[in-house]
């Protein structure tokens, strides 16, 4: 890696914390060393506290871009000079472009768990989905899935900060696209079973499952995970949450976030080189055992 930099070698950043598990270092590097590209990819422990400094020292240091992630996605708004069509519906925002000191924010996580889905060729187009979060990633997937044509969304999230956001995304799908979205609150365990036995899919958009919730699943009486639900986690860091765990024992086939990751890491690619990442050569480098 350090042979092929150099002093026209551009910056790109991750930005997020925790952030040292993340595999995006090292799928952008190995892209970009696959490509010739001269680029080079790190990551940033950044918190909200930092975030607007580190916002300005992309400007700063005429990086190129970066990626953004939790708990940074919906806060780094503010400190952008414009939104895509995309961003501007989720209200947030996983990858920021430089283009000449002019920061445009992108989200590229909705269209990256639907890729990671037909990817595994489950299709979800037509049918009902039950997820559980309202954060950056919970709101593309769910704005994005009912923009592909998903019929029903059952969103569950907590009465926490982000449950006017939920409300918000919930109104938004019922009247801009032809999806029927329900907004559910997360501690009604009642509720969401009783909507998981009427979805094809059940999907984890929260952190529960990774670090520091490492071990824990929303999901406390797996017997609703019956045999012909795909259960899906945008959780890849462990490869296997105990929601996977218990999904995969039930007979469920089961999805993490690699999928996801790969695909709107490609998306994010695409946006700051031109170029096409080589996702089958990265796929087959990094998660050929996943």
């Not at 990086?63 to 806060?75: A, D, E, T, Y």
């Not at 695909?263 to 990094?286: R, S």
């Amino acid at each position: 890696m350090t042979e092929r930099i150099t002093g026209y070698t551009g910056l790109i950043g991750l930005m997020a914390t925790p952030i040292k598990h993340s595999l995006s270092p090292t799928m952008h590097n190995e892209a970009f060393a696959k490509l010739g590209l001269d680029y080079v990819y790190l990551a940033f422990e950044v918190g909200n506290n930092e975030l607007e400094q580190a916002v300005e020292a992309i400007r700063a240091l005429g990086m190129r871009g970066s990626n953004v992630s939790m708990p940074n996605k919906q806060k780094v708004i503010q400190y952008l000079d414009k939104l895509s069509p995309a961003a501007e519906m989720v209200g947030a925002v996983n990858t920021i472009v430089n283009d000449d000191g002019v920061l445009m924010g992108h989200i590229t996580d909705g269209t990256g768990f639907m890729s990671g889905l037909a990817q595994s060729d489950i299709n979800i187009i037509g049918k009902k989905m039950t997820i559980c979060g309202a954060g950056g990633a919970a709101t593309a997937i769910e704005i994005q899935a009912a923009l592909d044509g998903v019929k029903e969304l059952s969103i569950f999230n907590r009465k926490d900060d982000h449950y006017s956001n939920a409300e918000r995304v919930v109104q938004l799908i019922n009247e801009k696209t032809d999806c029927q979205a329900t907004l559910f609150d997360l501690a009604d365990n009642e509720a969401l079973e009783s909507e998981i036995n009427n979805s094809q899919i059940f999907t984890n958009a929260t952190g529960v499952g990774m670090k520091p919730l490492e071990g824990q699943s929303l999901i406390k009486n797996t017997d609703v995970l019956r045999p012909d639900l795909v259960v899906a986690d945008v959780v890849y860091v462990p490869s296997e949450t105990q929601l996977l765990k218990d999904a995969k024992a039930n007979g469920c086939r089961t999805v993490n976030g690699l999928g996801m990751m790969l695909w709107q890491g490609a998306a994010a690619f695409k946006l700051w080189t031109g170029e096409d990442m080589p996702v089958d050569y990265i796929k087959n480098l990094l998660f050929k055992d996943n």
